[in-house]
């Protein structure tokens, strides 16, 4: 009864939370056309994120609908029914419960029209380390990786093993689309890895830069 009753009630107000957070953020976005330049072309991309910066990159999502990677643990359920009030579905699985699964489903989603996103580090890290999930779906599918990072000036840093961010109110935050990288014919799985890690770390890099020049700091 009680597990029911956090399922039913923490979901909307964890969206609602969310909702009036953002609302609060001055926030832009940078390389957006990174991902549009796809769409353009009836392409769609797989989306990484670092799992630090969950909690509001669902804002950050220009698209309509996405299939986003969801653990199957406790936490995951909780997360995928609120993502439900952002119209967006999941896909559950990971590198600990239900992967393979999740990773044949993923690879049907890739002949359809959705994007895919995922955080590469979770559900458990280590901490920005890329894991074979999202190389294995890139070389499958022949999919772009568009990576997706966040920065803000003001908010906190849990001592988790991901050190979440809680953006602050009244903050300001960047949201920032890198380039598209494919996986190349005759390329290594520990070559277009590393490859990727560079991206991602270049990619979150720009969004702080931004602020930085703005005379912020990023946390």
């Known amino acids: 009864m009680k597990k029911r009753l956090l399922m039913g009630l923490i979901p909307p107000l964890a969206a609602a939370v969310m909702r009036l957070l953002f609302l609060t953020i001055r926030t832009e976005t940078l390389g957006e056309n990174n991902l549009r330049s796809l769409w353009q072309r009836d392409a769609r991309a797989i989306i990484p994120f670092w799992h630090d910066q969950l909690l509001l990159m669902v804002f950050g999502y220009p698209g309509k609908h996405a299939k986003l990677l969801i653990s199957q643990s406790q936490d995951g359920e909780l997360l995928t029914r609120t993502m439900r009030y952002?119209?967006?579905?999941?896909?559950?699985?990971?590198?600990?419960?239900?992967?393979?699964?999740?990773?044949?489903?993923?690879?049907?989603?890739?002949?359809?029209d959705a994007d895919i996103v995922l955080t590469p580090d979770g559900p458990k890290g280590p901490r920005h380390e890329i894991k074979d999930g999202v190389v294995q779906l890139a070389k499958l599918s022949k999919r772009g990786i568009v990576p997706l990072a966040f920065a803000c000036s003001k908010g906190r840093r849990f001592a988790s093993w991901d050190r979440f961010l809680?953006?602050?109110?009244?903050?300001?935050?960047?949201?920032?689309?890198?380039?598209?990288?494919?996986?190349?014919?005759?390329?290594?799985?520990?070559?277009?890895?590393?490859?990727?890690?560079?991206?991602?770390?270049?990619?979150?890099?720009?969004?702080?830069?931004?602020?930085?020049?703005?005379?912020?700091?990023?946390v």
């Open 86 to 112: 952002f119209s967006q579905d999941a896909v559950r699985g990971s590198s600990s419960r239900g992967g393979r699964a999740a990773f044949r489903e993923m690879l049907e989603i890739c002949k359809v």
């Open 166 to 218: 809680l953006p602050y109110p009244f903050s300001r935050g960047v949201y920032s689309f890198g380039e598209a990288l494919f996986y190349q014919a005759g390329e290594s799985t520990e070559g277009f890895r590393a490859r990727l890690e560079r991206a991602m770390t270049s990619n979150q890099s720009a969004a702080e830069s931004y602020l930085e020049a703005r005379g912020e700091t990023a």
